[in-house]
Nanobody, 119 residues
């Protein structure tokens, strides 16, 4: 069984920064990509950013591009989301996710961590 655990959420003022971490544990598996999603209050879950396990290519949603940075630490099976210049509209529950090799989509998810940005 694969378990993902997020950490690093919290309350921050607009313009501040937070760093989210996601740690994968359990049965070894081959990863194609890791990602961050978020669910703002009253809205659907949305894509934030992703990174390929091999090669490290990244993608970002337009709403976070140039403010957020995704990275990974392969030997630790961890990935991160550095969030800078946070805005109140970034308030959401943030989820990390993994797409395993051979899977058609992200198929393992963490429980989520709350990020609240005050104005």
């Amino acid at each position: 069984q694969v378990t993902l655990e997020e950490s690093g959420g919290g309350l921050v003022q607009a313009g501040g920064s937070l760093r989210l971490s996601c740690a994968a544990s359990g049965r070894p598996f081959s990863v194609y990509a890791m990602a961050w999603f978020r669910r703002p209050p009253g809205k659907e879950r949305e894509f934030v950013s992703s990174i390929r396990w091999s090669g490290g290519s990244t993608t970002y949603s337009d709403s976070v591009k140039d403010r957020f940075i995704i990275s990974r630490h392969r030997s630790k099976n961890e990935w991160y989301l550095q969030m800078n210049n946070l805005k109140p509209e970034d308030t959401a529950v943030y989820y990390c996710a993994v797409q395993r090799v051979g899977a058609s989509n992200y198929d393992r998810w963490g429980q989520g961590t709350q990020v609240t940005v005050s104005s």
